[in-house]
């Protein structure tokens, strides 16, 4: 299916998900930067993405360093990311190098649905994508942010 995916061919399932295709990797998932800056646990979303997707990834118009620095923090281990060059080449890369049946693009509205369709990838709206995974909106929080200890990558 190429366009917009609706959240029940995409998400709407009791876990593991099935309908994203239950675990056995035929679907690479990509989400924009800003997508995920809309997710309490982008961590969390990651982790739980994996269960039903062969390769997830961030997409951005930002610098590679943005996101480089954004997936740190959260600490998110992405399969892929755009680095230097713009969305529509990235997905159209990452397309390229990882062959799965199904090519799904999280994004946060029109002009985001419309890159996807014209990279021929399915589009799915962050908002959608949450509610239907019980992923939670709002400000990002950093992973053992409640921990006083100081940095966790000092010897």
């Not at 924009?32 to 646990?41: G, S």
């Not at 996807?116 to 400000?139: M, N």
């Amino acid at each position: 299916m190429i366009g917009s995916a609706t959240t029940d061919t995409v998400l709407r399932a009791p876990p593991p998900y099935p309908d994203m295709d239950g675990g056995n990797g035929e679907m690479t998932l990509a989400f924009d930067l800003e997508a995920l800056k809309r997710l309490a646990h982008p961590d969390t979303v990651f982790s739980d993405a994996r269960q039903w997707s062969e390769y997830v990834g961030v997409v951005s118009e930002k610098p590679t360093y943005v996101v480089t620095n954004f997936t740190r923090k959260h600490r998110i281990r992405q399969d892929f990311f755009s680095g230097p060059r713009g969305r529509d080449e990235s997905l159209e890369n990452v397309r390229d190098q990882f062959d799965t049946p199904r090519y799904v693009y999280v994004g946060t509205d029109e002009d985001d649905e419309e890159l996807a369709t014209s990279v021929g990838w399915e589009y799915l709206d962050i908002v959608e994508a949450a509610d239907a995974a019980s992923w939670e909106l709002g400000e990002p929080e950093v992973p053992g942010q409640e921990s006083d200890d100081g940095r966790d990558d000092w010897p």
